[in-house]
């Protein structure tokens, strides 16, 4: 059983929005600003596309947003692509350990 | 621009030690602020912290895993390793290695190595 919960998969139509949630406790999420999100296809290592909640690292797609709430972080992929069909993963920090959460599978029917 | 590479044992027998090594080039490992990680991910599965360690060879580890776990540095070599002690097939996982900036998540990963764990 993961740390951080996710939904096992989610979907959307080519030119959607989607979300992903990421669940969390007040250790970890609810704690601190140290929340990253990951994009992974089949057969590669992750690629970081969020870190600190909201930033973006250089070359990704501003169509990628991040977001909190209390113990709840967000993902939000705007004008879905066909590219975008992914393994997506979260990450937090809870007493100086990262922890993950078991992974969304996006499907862009 | 950095890059990662994992080197090692791809088939260990259980009860036995897994040993890694990732061999970082394109840059120097001993950046101040950067943390250099290995995760892991079982077939089908979601993604394990074990661990990590900075240039002075001070290491945090996953608390599940830390009895059985030793990440180490090489900075005259510019890489870092991983031994897993007592093996299982639980165990069996593609390993990544990865650096990380003050906790601003893991931005370079390398392209990961299969270790199975069987006899």
């Known amino acids: 059983q993961s740390a951080l919960t996710q939904p096992a998969s989610v979907s959307g139509s080519p030119g959607q929005s989607i979300t992903i949630s990421c669940i969390g406790t007040s250790s970890d999420i609810g704690d601190y600003d140290y929340v990253s999100w990951y994009q992974q296809h089949p057969g590669q290592a992750p690629k970081l596309i969020i870190y600190e909640v909201v930033n973006r690292p250089s070359g990704v797609s501003d169509r990628f947003s991040g977001s909190k709430s209390g113990n709840t972080a967000s993902l939000t992929i705007s004008g879905l692509q066909a590219e975008d069909q992914a393994d997506y993963f979260c990450?937090?920090?809870?007493?100086?350990?990262?922890?993950f959460g078991g992974g969304t599978k996006l499907t862009v029917l | 621009q950095l890059q990662l590479q994992e080197s090692g044992s791809g088939l260990v027998k259980p009860s036995q030690t897994l040993s890694l090594t990732c061999a970082v080039s394109?840059?120097?490992?001993?950046?101040?602020?950067?943390?250099w990680s290995w995760i892991r991910q079982p077939p089908g599965k979601g993604l394990q912290w074990i661990g990590y360690?900075?240039?002075?060879?001070?290491?945090y580890y996953n608390p599940s895993l830390k009895s059985r776990v030793t990440i180490s540095v090489d900075t005259s070599k510019n890489q870092f390793s991983l031994r897993m002690t007592s093996v299982t097939a639980a165990d069996t996982a593609v390993y990544y290695c990865a650096r990380e900036r003050e906790l601003r998540g893991f931005d370079v990963w390398g392209q990961g190595t299969l270790v199975t764990v069987s006899s």
């Open positions: 360690i900075y240039h002075s060879g001070t290491t």
């Open positions: 990450s937090a920090y809870r007493s100086s350990s990262a922890v």
């Open positions: 394109g840059g120097s490992i001993n950046g101040d602020g950067y943390s």
